[in-house]
């Protein structure tokens, strides 16, 4: 196979993860526009990286915890790059608390629009990525 061909056969299939990514992104705005105008917010709020969090944690839960929880993804991110035993245990505890919190903030999110458990599940484990 010529040198062409294969980078004909890389472009053709980057060429549709872009395109799944920007349907998938697409698809993440809509249902982020709806949860939000659903709570009494503008959708274009959904639009903001890191702000939109923010948002759903304040419909959810307090926003208090927004803070808690980037603090604690900083902390695993600035500790995971050290060599030292003890601060990578750090960062696995920093890891599990976020994650705890995150799950704790989508049980929230799921029954303040009158959902229950599986609900919560199913947004922890598809959650968008915005």
């Not at 010529?2 to 992104?25: D, Q």
């Not at 503008?42 to 808690?68: D, E, R």
């Amino acid at each position: 196979m010529s040198t062409s061909a294969v980078l004909g056969v890389l472009m053709g299939a980057l060429t549709v993860v872009i395109a799944i990514a920007l349907v998938w992104y697409v698809l993440e705005v809509i249902g982020c526009w709806k949860v939000f105008t659903k709570a009494g917010e503008p959708g274009w709020k959904c639009i903001i990286p890191f702000y939109n969090n923010y948002i759903l944690y304040k419909i959810s839960w307090a926003p208090g915890w927004f803070w808690v929880y980037l603090i604690l993804v900083v902390a695993y991110a600035g500790l995971s790059e050290i060599g030292n035993t003890v601060l990578a245990i750090i960062a696995i505890i920093c890891t599990v608390a976020a994650m705890v919190i995150g799950f704790i903030d989508n049980y929230k999110l799921s029954r303040a629009y009158g959902h229950g458990l599986g609900f919560a599940i199913g947004l922890f484990l598809f959650q968008p990525s915005s």
